[in-house]
């Protein structure tokens, strides 16, 4: 028996205890070292390199600043599809009119009963599936509605980046900076821009908070909550933050119209934000978009109704924001940030579902896919019966009915096609807010159908058909 073996056998036990308690020690050491400089970092959100202020317009400028932000920004320009939305980039040959290497596909083409919807107007010359922010711009100057109708710069609303050009036309007063850009010919107005939205439009440059810079939707908050029985809403003194991350992009993804000589950029809210209640303030106001072609109708446009329809759906009701889908939280570093790469959830399923949904994403892309496969083939019906109303009027009009005889008809028509257009012009394909989106459609048929009912009555019979002389019995 060897008397030294217990000896060594312990020995040999405290080193490994001890190597065991050094690696852990190391590692504990390690773990707290980064959990400091993440500490570290994240309070220093930003580096400051260049000194931004309330006119530094140029999203590049704040990139510096910011550049995971701004990296995100830049991909705005992919054009990747989901099922029923998004946009394939068709490449065309650049020309001294139209520098563009891309387009989107044409709407119009892929469904030529749209072209019949706004007969007379100029959406039925041009109408494109929808691109990332990054050509909110230049697809809106370079469109062949600009040959139609001479546009006013109201529309540079919703396709640039304006706070500081309002500013400054206005000599400081953003209301009334808004206002003359309002009024100006699109040409002309468009020399006072530079970019599509950036982050200006959005930020505070000193304190990074998000605002409203639009004064239209300041108004049209303030005429909503008015109805509402809020009197003196101030959407930048009142709404909470996370309010405020669905009204930066409710500046522009809204429903509006121009309103009197002026073309003043108005949001209908006066009565509220549903379908019917903006349709009712347009009857009070007497408003029209233009005059159908084909029928004689007082048609209306809706244009891109998103704010609006969220408003209706379950994601608003639970305090769900837009950027909470469309622009997701994720980590880079110690950084928690919004991704600035503004596109379908669809197409970040992890970040922007699966935070609040626990199935799989096949799961979560099948649900909404399902969705808006119904909505879709709903769409479908309604669209038919609004065809099949405007080419009765066509034939009443046609067989010499009047004016008179025909308002009838001529009012379903209105109600029926804003109601179909405002689901079709909103952006996703029903899903911010599935049971009103089919509530509406139904009214659309159900506005078709009895237009339908009103006009026929003004029909000749249709000629009866000769019948078959009943054949004569064998004789026997």
């Known amino acids: 028996m060897n008397p030294s073996s217990p000896r060594r056998g312990s020995v040999a036990r405290f080193l490994l205890a001890a190597t065991a308690a050094a690696l852990v020690a190391v590692g504990a050491l390690a773990l707290l070292l980064n959990i400091f ?29 910011f550049p995971l932000q701004y990296d995100d920004y830049k991909r705005t320009v992919d054009q990747e599809r989901t099922r029923y939305g998004g946009s394939e980039a068709l490449p065309r040959t650049p020309t001294a009119d139209d520098p563009r290497a891309t387009v989107a596909q044409s709407k119009i083409e892929e469904d030529p009963r749209l072209k019949k919807m706004w007969a007379g107007y ?19 100057t370079i469109t062949d509605r600009q040959k139609v109708v001479k546009q006013p710069g109201a529309c540079l609303n919703c396709h640039a980046s304006t706070y500081t050009a309002y500013k400054k036309i206005g ?16 040409a002309e107005a468009a020399t006072h821009v530079e970019h599509p939205v950036a982050c200006i439009d959005c930020h505070d440059s000193q304190t990074m908070a998000l605002r409203i810079t639009r004064p239209a939707f300041m108004e049209g908050m303030r ?47 006066h009565n509220g934000t549903k379908v019917e209640q903006m349709l009712a303030y347009y009857d009070q106001v007497g408003f029209k978009d233009w005059t159908h072609k084909d029928t004689g109708a007082p048609a209306l446009k809706a244009q891109h109704p998103e704010f609006e329809l969220w ?19 994720k980590r880079e570093g110690a ?9 379908s959830p669809l197409l970040d399923i992890n970040r922007a579902c699966q935070t609040c949904h626990k ?82 459609l139904g009214e659309s048929i159900d506005f078709s159908r009895k237009g339908q009912k009103a006009v026929r009555a003004l029909l000749p019979p249709p000629a009866a058909q000769p019948t078959a002389a009943a054949p004569v019995p064998a004789q026997p």
């Open 359 to 440: 199935w799989s994403e096949a799961e979560l892309k099948d649900r909404v896919e399902t969705i808006q496969t119904r909505f879709h083939n709903l769409r479908n019906v309604a669209m038919d019966a609004l065809m099949d109303l405007i080419d009765d009027l066509k034939s009443a009009k046609a067989a010499g009915a009047s004016d008179e005889q025909l308002k009838d008809g001529r009012e379903f028509q209105r109600k029926a096609q804003f109601y179909f257009d405002f689901v079709e012009a909103e952006n996703s394909t029903g899903f911010h807010a599935p049971d009103e989106a089919a509530r509406i």
């Open 311 to 329: 408003s209706q759906g379950i994601h608003a009701r639970s305090g769900v924001a837009c950027a909470d889908c469309h622009m997701p939280y």
């Open 171 to 186: 000599d400081g007063d953003l209301q009334k900076g808004f206002e003359k850009i309002s009024a100006m010919p699109y």
């Open 122 to 140: 100029a959406f039925a010359a041009d109408f494109r599936e929808e691109r990332g922010h990054a050509y909110m711009l230049s697809d809106q």
């Open 223 to 269: 005429n909503l909550k008015a109805a509402q029985g809020v009197k003196d809403y101030d959407v930048n003194r009142d709404a909470t933050r996370q309010e405020m991350r669905s009204f930066v992009c409710g500046q522009c993804h809204v429903e509006y119209y121009f309103k009197g000589a002026e073309k003043k950029l108005t949001y209908p809210w």
């Open 335 to 343: 950084h928690k940030i919004s991704s600035h790469h503004v596109r």
């Open 37 to 65: 400089e993440r500490k570290q970092e994240a309070k220093n959100p930003f580096f400051k390199v260049v000194e931004l202020t309330d006119d530094t317009t140029d999203p590049a400028v704040w990139g510096k600043n």
